[in-house]
């Protein structure tokens, strides 16, 4: 119930069950897609350092990141 709670879902004690679950489920797959980025562009920007292809591939994801600003 917590992890729900401190993911944005303050009605998470009154949902049935299989709700809770569902809800549950969302939030960690969100989560590990996060720590999935983050460790991806931690090794792209330390690729920088070797390559000039890294700092271009690390660039073009961070502007897909923020809609090209």
Do not use: C
């Not at 590990?32 to 070797?50: F, H, P, R, Y």
Request: aromatic share 6%; no cysteine.
């Amino acid at each position: 119930m917590s992890l729900l709670l401190a993911n944005g879902h303050p009605g998470a004690a009154s949902y049935p069950i299989g709700r809770v679950w569902l809800e549950a489920e969302l939030v960690v797959n969100r989560i590990n897609k996060q720590l999935a980025d983050t460790a991806m562009l931690t090794q792209l920007a330390v690729s920088t350092l070797m390559s000039k292809e890294a700092g271009d591939t690390f660039n073009d994801r961070i502007k897909d990141l923020t809609n090209g600003w």
